[in-house]
Protein backbone atom coordinates (compact mmCIF):
# COMPACT_ATOMS: atom_id res chain seq x y z
CA UNK A 1 0.00 0.00 0.00
CA UNK A 2 1.32 3.43 -1.06
CA UNK A 3 2.56 6.16 1.57
CA UNK A 4 -0.01 8.38 0.79
CA UNK A 5 -2.86 5.64 1.68
CA UNK A 6 -1.19 4.58 5.08
CA UNK A 7 -1.13 8.13 6.89
CA UNK A 8 -4.55 7.61 8.21
CA UNK A 9 -4.29 4.11 9.03
CA UNK A 10 -4.31 3.03 12.43
CA UNK A 11 -1.72 0.81 13.85
CA UNK A 12 -3.27 -1.12 17.04
CA UNK A 13 -0.12 -2.94 18.57
CA UNK A 14 -0.31 -6.45 19.54
CA UNK A 15 -1.61 -7.51 23.14
CA UNK A 16 -0.77 -10.81 24.71
CA UNK A 17 -3.50 -13.04 26.30
CA UNK A 18 -2.69 -14.03 29.98
CA UNK A 19 -3.39 -17.81 31.13
CA UNK A 20 -4.05 -17.87 34.65
CA UNK A 21 -3.77 -21.56 36.35
CA UNK A 22 -4.23 -22.65 39.77
CA UNK A 23 -2.99 -25.79 41.99
CA UNK A 24 -4.53 -26.96 44.90
CA UNK A 25 -2.64 -28.28 47.25
CA UNK A 26 -2.72 -32.25 47.75
CA UNK A 27 -4.15 -33.43 51.39
CA UNK A 28 -3.55 -36.87 52.51
CA UNK A 29 -6.12 -39.32 53.26
CA UNK A 30 -7.37 -39.91 56.82
CA UNK A 31 -5.66 -43.38 58.35
CA UNK A 32 -9.53 -45.12 58.64
CA UNK A 33 -12.70 -44.17 56.90
CA UNK A 34 -16.12 -44.96 58.34
CA UNK A 35 -18.07 -43.69 55.66
CA UNK A 36 -16.87 -43.20 51.83
CA UNK A 37 -18.79 -39.80 50.25
CA UNK A 38 -19.11 -39.23 46.60
CA UNK A 39 -15.85 -37.19 44.75
CA UNK A 40 -16.81 -33.70 44.27
CA UNK A 41 -16.23 -32.67 41.12
CA UNK A 42 -16.32 -28.99 39.53
CA UNK A 43 -19.07 -28.13 37.41
CA UNK A 44 -18.39 -28.79 33.57
CA UNK A 45 -17.42 -26.07 31.56
CA UNK A 46 -20.70 -25.06 29.14
CA UNK A 47 -20.15 -23.43 26.19
CA UNK A 48 -21.70 -19.85 25.48
CA UNK A 49 -25.28 -19.24 24.62
CA UNK A 50 -26.64 -17.05 22.02
CA UNK A 51 -27.29 -14.17 23.89
CA UNK A 52 -23.67 -14.21 25.33
CA UNK A 53 -22.14 -14.39 22.22
CA UNK A 54 -23.92 -11.66 20.55
CA UNK A 55 -23.20 -9.69 23.76
CA UNK A 56 -19.83 -10.33 23.09
CA UNK A 57 -19.73 -8.74 19.34
CA UNK A 58 -19.62 -5.50 21.31
CA UNK A 59 -16.63 -5.96 23.41
CA UNK A 60 -13.54 -4.63 22.82
CA UNK A 61 -10.97 -6.69 21.01
CA UNK A 62 -8.94 -7.95 23.62
CA UNK A 63 -11.84 -9.13 25.21
CA UNK A 64 -13.60 -11.28 22.38
CA UNK A 65 -10.15 -12.59 21.34
CA UNK A 66 -10.29 -13.77 25.22
CA UNK A 67 -13.75 -14.96 25.17
CA UNK A 68 -13.72 -16.87 21.78
CA UNK A 69 -10.41 -18.27 22.38
CA UNK A 70 -11.81 -20.17 25.57
CA UNK A 71 -15.26 -21.23 23.43
CA UNK A 72 -12.45 -23.02 20.99
CA UNK A 73 -10.98 -24.48 24.03
CA UNK A 74 -14.42 -26.42 24.57
CA UNK A 75 -14.89 -27.01 21.24
CA UNK A 76 -12.36 -27.22 18.60
CA UNK A 77 -14.72 -27.63 15.87
CA UNK A 78 -16.72 -24.76 16.85
CA UNK A 79 -16.77 -22.31 13.34
CA UNK A 80 -18.62 -19.31 14.84
CA UNK A 81 -15.87 -19.32 17.28
CA UNK A 82 -12.69 -19.65 15.06
CA UNK A 83 -14.18 -16.67 13.33
CA UNK A 84 -14.36 -14.82 16.00
CA UNK A 85 -11.49 -15.08 17.46
CA UNK A 86 -9.70 -14.25 13.76
CA UNK A 87 -11.85 -10.95 13.83
CA UNK A 88 -10.34 -9.63 17.31
CA UNK A 89 -6.68 -10.81 16.56
CA UNK A 90 -6.51 -8.91 13.52
CA UNK A 91 -8.26 -5.83 15.38
CA UNK A 92 -5.16 -6.11 17.27
CA UNK A 93 -3.24 -6.22 14.83
CA UNK A 94 -2.08 -9.73 15.24
CA UNK A 95 -2.22 -10.56 11.44
CA UNK A 96 -0.48 -13.47 11.67
CA UNK A 97 -2.30 -15.00 13.95
CA UNK A 98 -5.75 -14.08 12.61
CA UNK A 99 -4.76 -15.63 9.33
CA UNK A 100 -3.93 -19.10 11.07
CA UNK A 101 -7.35 -18.91 12.91
CA UNK A 102 -9.07 -18.09 9.77
CA UNK A 103 -7.44 -21.05 7.66
CA UNK A 104 -8.26 -23.57 10.54
CA UNK A 105 -11.77 -22.92 10.11
CA UNK A 106 -11.27 -23.54 6.71
CA UNK A 107 -9.61 -26.80 7.02
CA UNK A 108 -13.19 -27.68 8.87
CA UNK A 109 -15.04 -25.65 6.38
CA UNK A 110 -13.76 -24.84 2.91
CA UNK A 111 -16.66 -22.78 1.83
CA UNK A 112 -17.27 -20.99 5.37
CA UNK A 113 -18.01 -17.56 3.78
CA UNK A 114 -17.02 -15.79 7.18
CA UNK A 115 -13.19 -17.48 6.98
CA UNK A 116 -13.02 -16.74 3.69
CA UNK A 117 -13.13 -12.75 4.11
CA UNK A 118 -11.19 -13.23 7.61
CA UNK A 119 -8.39 -15.00 5.66
CA UNK A 120 -8.42 -12.13 2.86
CA UNK A 121 -8.87 -8.93 5.28
CA UNK A 122 -5.91 -10.45 7.76
CA UNK A 123 -3.60 -11.27 4.25
CA UNK A 124 -4.09 -7.60 3.33
CA UNK A 125 -4.12 -6.36 6.67
CA UNK A 126 -0.36 -7.46 7.15
CA UNK A 127 0.45 -6.46 3.22
CA UNK A 128 0.39 -9.56 1.59
CA UNK A 129 -2.45 -8.62 -1.17
CA UNK A 130 -1.31 -11.53 -3.69
CA UNK A 131 -2.42 -14.27 -0.61
CA UNK A 132 -5.98 -12.54 -0.45
CA UNK A 133 -6.67 -12.89 -4.03
CA UNK A 134 -8.10 -16.67 -3.71
CA UNK A 135 -9.77 -16.42 -0.52
CA UNK A 136 -11.42 -13.06 -1.73
CA UNK A 137 -12.48 -14.83 -5.13
CA UNK A 138 -13.78 -17.69 -3.25
CA UNK A 139 -16.02 -15.38 -1.14
CA UNK A 140 -17.27 -13.41 -4.32
CA UNK A 141 -18.30 -16.65 -5.56
CA UNK A 142 -20.37 -17.65 -2.90
CA UNK A 143 -22.20 -14.34 -2.21
CA UNK A 144 -21.68 -12.72 -5.91
CA UNK A 145 -24.61 -10.01 -4.68
CA UNK A 146 -22.36 -8.81 -2.09
CA UNK A 147 -19.58 -5.66 -2.67
CA UNK A 148 -17.59 -6.68 0.14
CA UNK A 149 -15.60 -9.33 -1.53
CA UNK A 150 -15.13 -7.41 -4.49
CA UNK A 151 -14.36 -4.04 -2.24
CA UNK A 152 -11.35 -6.46 -0.61
CA UNK A 153 -10.40 -8.00 -4.17
CA UNK A 154 -9.96 -4.74 -5.52
CA UNK A 155 -6.96 -3.65 -2.27
CA UNK A 156 -5.42 -7.46 -2.62
CA UNK A 157 -5.16 -6.74 -6.63
CA UNK A 158 -3.48 -2.89 -5.95
CA UNK A 159 -0.83 -5.22 -2.86
CA UNK A 160 -0.11 -7.25 -6.20
CA UNK A 161 0.40 -4.57 -8.47
CA UNK A 162 -2.32 -5.97 -10.52
CA UNK A 163 -3.99 -2.63 -11.20
CA UNK A 164 -6.50 -2.99 -14.41
CA UNK A 165 -7.76 -5.87 -12.30
CA UNK A 166 -7.82 -3.79 -9.09
CA UNK A 167 -10.03 -1.22 -10.81
CA UNK A 168 -12.28 -4.01 -12.37
CA UNK A 169 -12.86 -5.46 -8.62
CA UNK A 170 -13.70 -1.80 -7.31
CA UNK A 171 -16.21 -1.08 -10.12
CA UNK A 172 -17.91 -4.16 -9.52
CA UNK A 173 -18.48 -3.21 -5.82
CA UNK A 174 -19.68 0.23 -6.52
CA UNK A 175 -21.79 -1.23 -9.03
CA UNK A 176 -23.25 -3.84 -6.05
CA UNK A 177 -23.91 -1.30 -3.29
CA UNK A 178 -24.37 2.41 -5.13
CA UNK A 179 -25.59 3.79 -1.72
CA UNK A 180 -22.34 2.12 -0.28
CA UNK A 181 -19.73 4.51 0.98
CA UNK A 182 -16.74 2.26 1.73
CA UNK A 183 -16.48 0.76 -1.93
CA UNK A 184 -16.39 4.16 -3.51
CA UNK A 185 -13.72 5.28 -1.13
CA UNK A 186 -11.59 2.44 -2.04
CA UNK A 187 -11.98 3.31 -5.69
CA UNK A 188 -11.31 6.27 -4.87
CA UNK A 189 -7.88 6.15 -3.09
CA UNK A 190 -7.02 3.62 -5.55
CA UNK A 191 -7.38 6.60 -8.59
CA UNK A 192 -5.14 8.36 -5.91
CA UNK A 193 -2.68 6.21 -5.21
CA UNK A 194 -2.33 6.22 -9.47
CA UNK A 195 -1.77 9.57 -9.64
CA UNK A 196 -5.40 10.86 -10.43
CA UNK A 197 -6.25 13.17 -7.25
CA UNK A 198 -9.11 15.04 -9.16
CA UNK A 199 -10.74 12.47 -9.70
CA UNK A 200 -10.27 10.41 -6.71
CA UNK A 201 -11.49 13.54 -4.90
CA UNK A 202 -14.59 13.60 -7.13
CA UNK A 203 -15.74 9.93 -6.02
CA UNK A 204 -14.70 10.57 -2.25
CA UNK A 205 -17.36 13.71 -2.22
CA UNK A 206 -20.12 11.61 -3.72
CA UNK A 207 -19.07 8.92 -0.95
CA UNK A 208 -19.03 11.43 2.16
CA UNK A 209 -22.48 12.56 1.15
CA UNK A 210 -23.95 9.10 2.01
CA UNK A 211 -25.10 8.37 5.15
CA UNK A 212 -22.83 5.78 5.24
CA UNK A 213 -19.69 7.76 5.00
CA UNK A 214 -17.26 7.22 8.19
CA UNK A 215 -14.40 9.31 9.79
CA UNK A 216 -12.25 7.73 7.66
CA UNK A 217 -14.15 8.44 4.48
CA UNK A 218 -14.08 11.96 5.41
CA UNK A 219 -10.45 12.35 6.12
CA UNK A 220 -9.45 10.64 2.96
CA UNK A 221 -11.17 13.34 1.20
CA UNK A 222 -9.18 15.75 3.62
CA UNK A 223 -6.24 13.77 2.63
CA UNK A 224 -6.63 14.17 -1.24
CA UNK A 225 -8.00 17.60 -1.20
CA UNK A 226 -4.30 18.42 0.66
CA UNK A 227 -2.23 16.72 -1.92
CA UNK A 228 -3.81 19.30 -4.08
CA UNK A 229 -2.00 21.63 -2.26
CA UNK A 230 -5.91 23.38 -0.60
CA UNK A 231 -4.22 22.86 2.82
CA UNK A 232 -6.64 25.12 4.25
CA UNK A 233 -9.67 23.02 2.60
CA UNK A 234 -8.26 20.68 3.95
CA UNK A 235 -7.39 21.61 7.54
CA UNK A 236 -11.53 22.54 7.67
CA UNK A 237 -12.66 19.22 6.93
CA UNK A 238 -9.67 17.61 9.10
CA UNK A 239 -10.87 19.80 12.08
CA UNK A 240 -14.31 18.24 11.75
CA UNK A 241 -13.60 14.76 12.94
CA UNK A 242 -9.57 15.02 14.29
CA UNK A 243 -8.61 16.02 17.40
CA UNK A 244 -5.86 19.76 17.08
CA UNK A 245 -2.89 17.32 17.69
CA UNK A 246 -3.49 14.82 15.05
CA UNK A 247 -4.51 17.60 12.57
CA UNK A 248 -1.64 19.20 12.83
CA UNK A 249 0.49 16.33 12.37
CA UNK A 250 -1.49 15.48 9.30
CA UNK A 251 -1.28 18.93 7.78
CA UNK A 252 2.53 18.91 8.78
CA UNK A 253 3.08 15.50 6.39
CA UNK A 254 0.97 17.62 3.74
CA UNK A 255 3.14 20.45 3.50
CA UNK A 256 6.26 18.37 3.40
CA UNK A 257 4.23 16.13 0.38
CA UNK A 258 2.91 19.20 -1.34
CA UNK A 259 6.34 21.17 -0.67
CA UNK A 260 4.78 24.28 1.41
CA UNK A 261 6.41 25.33 4.30
CA UNK A 262 4.89 24.93 7.69
CA UNK A 263 4.34 28.42 9.90
CA UNK A 264 5.25 26.65 12.68
CA UNK A 265 6.97 23.57 13.38
CA UNK A 266 9.85 21.65 10.22
CA UNK A 267 8.49 18.69 9.56
CA UNK A 268 11.82 17.24 10.47
CA UNK A 269 11.14 18.45 13.76
CA UNK A 270 7.73 16.64 13.88
CA UNK A 271 8.69 13.81 12.32
CA UNK A 272 11.17 13.40 15.04
CA UNK A 273 8.97 14.45 17.56
CA UNK A 274 6.97 11.54 16.28
Given at each position: MCRKRALLATVLAPALLLAVSGHAAD?????????????MTPPASRKAGPAQRAEMQRADPLMRAAFWSNELDLDGRDLEAGVGLSQALR??????????????????????????????RANVARGQGFYAIDPARRAAALQPRDWRPQS?????YEQAKRDDEAVAAHR???????????????LAMHMASSGDLSGAETVLRKA???????????????LV???????DEAERLARQDLPPESVDNNLAWLRAATGQSSPT?????????S
Open positions: KPAPATVTASAPPALGRYDEAADAASRVLIAAPDNYDALMELALLGVAQAVALAPLEAAPLANAALPTATIQVRQNLAVGLQGRLRSWDALKAG
